[in-house]
């Protein structure tokens, strides 16, 4: 089965950088996805991490180790409007490579 | 990317009674969608695999009898709450995913079901 481990809860300031860890234990590992949640939206898609290291998309990074089952979320020059829940998730074991399993998701508080 | 309807955005109903969400794929066909739930500061939950022309797959704990699921066509599924309750008031949201080889999942709107 899946585990899935990240903080509940995080605060930062703006323009400040925020690393947010997730770590995870599969019986197979088909890539982790970052996704941004905003309350009372859905989820909207950040990131996909399949092969190790460190992948850059404009303010936001993820990494990913996967000796380690471990993966990160960094978010740099932050916003207020960045104040969302983060979902590390990843594709559940053999009952199919897209069923999402997600975790709990962190929730972080981005202030003046 | 693609896009997912959904419908109701929210709903207010009585308990004992039944309510229908839909979930489209706009631009695309969608053999499989995936329902979940949602309490308030929570994760999401799957409930369900939806299949197109077949049964959907439940996740443990979820009762199939309580949340039916129907996919009669590749771009819609529908689920179907009976005789709910004020526990099942709840954010549910569907996904599916087009045949990209990252398996990454569009989010409908989600609709926010509230049981009195």
């Known amino acids: 089965g899946q585990n899935i481990d990240q903080p509940t809860e995080m605060t930062a300031t703006e323009g400040a950088i925020v690393q947010i860890n997730c770590t995870y234990q599969?019986?197979?590992?088909?890539?982790l996805f970052w996704y941004q949640q905003h309350a009372g939206e859905a989820p909207t898609f950040l990131s996909y991490?399949?092969?190790?290291g460190l992948e850059e998309k404009g303010r936001f990074s993820s990494f990913l180790s996967r000796s380690k089952g471990y993966s990160y979320l960094l978010l740099k020059e932050l916003q207020m409007k960045d104040s969302a829940s983060y979902l590390c998730a990843v594709p559940g074991g053999s009952g199919g490579y897209n069923k999402l399993i997600f975790g709990a998701g962190t929730r972080l508080a981005v202030h003046p | 990317g693609a896009v997912v309807s959904q419908h109701p955005s929210w709903v207010i109903c009585k308990s004992g009674t039944s309510v229908k969400i839909e979930c489209r794929s706009l631009?695309?066909?969608?053999?499989?969608m995936f329902w979940y739930r949602q309490f308030p500061k929570q994760s999401l939950m799957l409930m369900a695999t939806?299949?197109?022309?077949?049964?959907?797959?439940?996740e443990q704990g979820v009762e199939k009898d309580k949340f039916l699921i129907n996919h009669a066509s590749l771009t819609l599924s529908t689920l179907t709450v009976t005789s709910a309750h004020p526990e099942d008031s709840s954010f549910y949201i569907c996904?599916?995913?087009?045949?990209?080889?990252?398996?990454?999942?569009?989010f409908g709107e989600g609709s926010r079901l509230t049981v009195l």
């Open positions: 939806s299949n197109e022309g077949s049964k959907a797959t439940y």
């Open positions: 631009d695309f066909q969608a053999t499989t």
């Open positions: 599969t019986s197979g590992f088909n890539g």
């Open positions: 996904s599916a995913n087009t045949d990209s080889s990252t398996g990454e999942l569009f």
């Open positions: 991490n399949v092969l190790d």
